[in-house]
């Protein structure tokens, strides 16, 4: 019988005053432990790899104890945004136990084994629990909190900046005070690690500056082991010292800024002591601090992709084995008399069976989950051989499999359902209808969540329509969204927006024109240019409960965000299998107007990288107040995409403007004909609009669709319900041949089985392949206008009927 090795050590602070030497002895002696039982399960991780029970490895070894001092600092409320060597630090806060890290490294998807990412993430990916199954928060002021972990190194740190300048907003906004769940008078601290080399990221200098900028409590660990995989530090950081080259931010009488610490990683005393002070200033003050950590190293090498005798000299080796942090950790207790050898060594002895037990119970649990489906289906295959023998060797080969894992049971069994085609009897039957249930299962297990899908997902939020009356003014379109948000904010203490230029001029089109003399510059904020960061900004903020609109100013900048978007933001339901989640809305405006770098609309590149997000593509001011009626009051993630020519012409103010809503996925027919189905969406549709009118003069009539979003797309078929009229279909888009228009074509004829009622080719007219030139003329060549459109459509026409519709050239 395996001992159970759920009872987790966690590390205690350690207050020289108040302790006496044997309490003193003790946590040392218990640090030490977490450190070595830490250092056992990289080593017996990355056996299992070798060996080939897990695909992967990355460890934490070499860097255990810096971590376990970190632990010690870091308290209930806090959040830790960081990377894949900090298993130290999850042991030793009881973040993660050594079972449910080795459940992690065989990627498995049982309920409660990884907790972390259910089985999706590679190894030391950590994240806690903020919300539940249908998406409420818990309590975060009870949790140690750690934000879902990336692979991209120093992808991190954008979103630590939020998470870090919640804890401003939660102090200095005391109507935030209700929200009791979130924050403790903002006390709470955003610990960030990150290793030496990915400090050479842009993302790294962006987050370290902002966060000076902002005075926010951000508490920056960098583990510096002198090397990125292969390549030394004199390849990665200037001077080869972050923290030197840091000195800058170094806070002085004049100027805030940074408080900078230098600490040995092996000298457990000595980092004890830094982390108490560093975070006690960070937490108090509200200062930003950098913790370089320095003389780590690695005993494994970097990961189980190679070993690292191939790129570090003899010397550097040497030189890592006598400063391995555990062994430096051991000489000084030996010194001090805390410990004896043989006591060392007995502790020592019992971690080691400790971690080989935990990865043993993590193992069999993992085959065992899998064993009731491998023997049904060796039964069932072994049913079906009685009438056709051929198949016994399949559920033979499948019995012979010891440690058969789900990929190969489904292979024997959809091989099997394969072979059997044609040959119907109950034994197949039986199979098949096992293996058809087995989706839903597998779905769950293996591509659920998406979106959080909880109680205030968007297609929950109640459909109101806008009212108007008989005095309803025509207004800029700009005011009609501004009328919105001031609603909203008015109505909503947890919304913020921020961006460049956001502030005081109220954005660059003034939509937020006069709200921050409203509601305040901690509400309506400006920012610097940064956009890695304000995206960051906005996923921190929403992880910890706020409601963040984050503000890129043009849809050709958020190219310099979408490493965030896309990496961090899009995944995180998905990759925790749904225990976080970060209601941010992306603002941002674009489609055409003048200049390579005014007027693109690259939707594909959204559609390709976003996934997880919703994406709204409103036509006017009006339909975008609607949409973001809904996403305020909804709690996931969206890029609303505002149209850059639309804010200066008239709408009508809705007497509603802060209560309408526009559902996401919901197409709107808005124009009815017979002939053709145009499908297009933002700023596009005006053009297909006015093209519309020339035609009708032709005898065409077209119906114009606008999808409204694209990510839900048309979830009522709207767009395939009209070909059925007038089976014939164009799409126009902005975005590049084969860019967003290609997804439109897949979604309506694939999707919605549109092919059924088309009787001519489905056709798209779309921008030329390269950024449109500035001004008019280049605009008029290179985006569909109102000529392409209509001589598109006619063209189409005159293929279906050359009598009725002559050829025009
Ligand atoms: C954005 C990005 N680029 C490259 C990689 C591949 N990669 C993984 S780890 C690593 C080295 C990171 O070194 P460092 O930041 O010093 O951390 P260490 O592993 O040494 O602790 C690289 C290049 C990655 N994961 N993400
Ligand atoms: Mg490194």
Redesign the pocket.
């Given at each position: 019988m395996i001992a159970m090795q759920n009872e987790k050590l966690i590390t205690n602070s350690i207050d020289a005053s108040e302790l006496s030497f044997n309490d003193f002895k003790s946590i040392v002696i218990n640090d030490y432990k977490i450190a070595y039982e830490s250092r056992q399960a990289s080593v017996l991780g990355r056996r299992e790899v070798l060996t080939g029970k897990a695909k992967f490895g990355?460890f934490g070894d070499g860097?255990e104890v810096p971590q376990i001092a970190m632990a010690k600092a870091f308290k209930q409320g806090d959040w830790r945004s960081g990377?894949?060597?900090d298993q130290t630090f999850a042991f030793a806060t009881g973040i993660s136990t050594i079972k449910e890290f080795f459940a992690q490294l065989y990627a498995n998807p049982s309920e409660g084994a990884d907790p972390f990412s259910g089985g999706r993430q590679m190894n030391c990916h950590f994240a806690t629990k903020s919300i539940n199954e249908d998406g409420s928060w818990n309590d975060l002021t009870k949790i140690k909190n750690v934000s879902s972990d990336i692979?991209?190194?120093?992808?991190q740190m954008a979103r630590l900046v939020g998470l870090a300048y919640a804890s401003k907003l939660f102090r200095e906004n005391r109507e935030l005070d209700y929200l009791k769940n979130f924050s403790v008078n903002g006390n709470e601290v955003a610990f960030g690690t990150?290793?030496?080399?990915?400090?050479s990221?842009g993302v790294f200098f962006e987050a370290i500056n902002a966060a000076g900028v902002l005075q926010i409590p951000m508490a920056v660990s960098v583990?510096?082991?002198a090397?990125?995989?292969s390549?030394p530090a004199k390849y990665?950081t200037t001077k080869e010292d972050i923290s030197e080259v840091l000195k800058g931010f170094q806070r002085d009488e004049k100027n805030p800024g940074y408080e900078i610490y230098k600490v040995k990683g092996w000298d457990y005393p000595a980092l004890c002591e830094v982390y108490e002070k560093a975070i006690n200033v960070c937490r108090t003050e509200h200062v930003p601090v950098l913790i370089h950590v320095t003389e780590l190293t690695?005993p494994q090498g970097?990961?189980t992709s190679g070993s690292h005798e191939r790129y570090k000299s003899k010397d550097r080796l040497t030189w890592e084995s006598e400063h391995d942090c555990i062994l430096k950790m051991r000489e000084w207790m030996l010194e001090s008399a805390i410990v004896s050898e043989d006591e060392i060594t007995e502790i020592e002895k019992a971690a080691k069976v400790l971690v080989r037990n935990a990865q043993k119970e993590a193992w069999n649990e993992f085959l065992d989950s899998m064993k009731p489906e491998q023997k049904l289906v060796i039964d069932f295959i072994a049913a079906m051989a009685k009438n056709q023998p051929e198949l016994a060797k399949l559920s033979s080969q499948l019995a012979a499999t010891a440690d058969a894992q789900r990929r190969e049971i489904f292979v024997a069994a959809r091989k099997a359902i394969r072979l059997s085609a044609g040959k119907p009897s109950a034994e197949r039957d039986a199979l098949a209808n096992w293996y058809k249930s087995q989706d839903v299962v597998n779905y769950e297990r293996y591509n659920s969540k998406l979106h959080t899908k909880g109680k205030e997902s968007p297609d929950k939020i109640a459909v109101v329509d806008a009212v108007y009356n008989d005095q309803s003014k025509m207004v800029d379109g700009r005011e009609v969204l501004n009328a919105c948000f001031d609603a909203n904010f008015a109505r909503d203490q947890r919304l913020v927006a921020f961006g460049e230029d956001l502030g005081n001029i109220g954005d660059v089109n003034q939509g937020f024109a006069g709200l921050q003399a409203k509601f305040g510059e901690l509400r309506v904020t400006d920012t610097g240019i940064r956009e890695m960061t304000i995206m960051g900004q906005g996923i921190g903020l929403a992880m910890r409960g706020l409601k963040p609109i984050a503000e890129i100013q043009y849809l050709d900048y958020l190219i310099f965000a979408l490493n965030v978007l896309s990496d961090d933001l899009a995944s995180l339901s998905y990759r925790t299998k749904g225990i976080q989640k970060a209601p941010v809305i992306v603002r941002t405006r674009g489609h055409r107007l003048e200049g390579i770098w005014h007027s693109g609309s690259p939707i594909s590149m959204l559609l390709g990288s976003l996934r997880g997000l919703h994406l709204c593509v409103p036509r006017n001011m009006t339909q975008a107040a609607g949409m973001y009626n809904t996403l305020f009051r909804a709690d996931e993630p969206s890029v609303v995409i505002e149209c850059l020519n639309g804010y200066r012409l008239k709408e009508m103010l809705p007497d509603n403007v802060g209560e309408f809503t526009v559902p996401l996925g919901h197409a709107e027919v808005l124009e009815e004909g017979t002939d053709i189905t145009v499908v297009s969406y933002g700023s596009s549709l005006r053009i297909v609009q006015e093209a519309a009118e020339e035609l009708a003069a032709l005898g065409i009539s077209v119906e114009i669709i606008d999808p409204q979003t694209l990510l839900p797309f048309d979830i009522n078929n709207v767009c395939s319900t009209s070909l059925k009229k007038t089976n014939k279909l164009l799409v126009v888009d902005e975005d590049v041949p084969g860019g967003a228009s290609a997804y439109i074509l897949q979604q309506i004829i694939e999707q919605q089985k549109g092919y059924f009622s088309l009787d001519s080719q489905p056709k798209t007219l779309t921008a030329k392949a390269h950024r449109p030139p500035f001004g008019s003329d280049g605009d008029y060549f290179s985006k569909p206008s109102v000529d392409d459109v209509i001589e598109r459509i006619y063209g189409i026409m005159h293929e279906a009927n050359p009598v009725k519709y002559p050829s025009i050239f």
């Open positions: 990355i860097k990377y894949y060597r692979s991209p190194t120093g992808g990150i290793g030496n080399a990915s400090t990221e583990w510096d082991d090397y990125g995989i390549v990665q690695q970097h990961s």
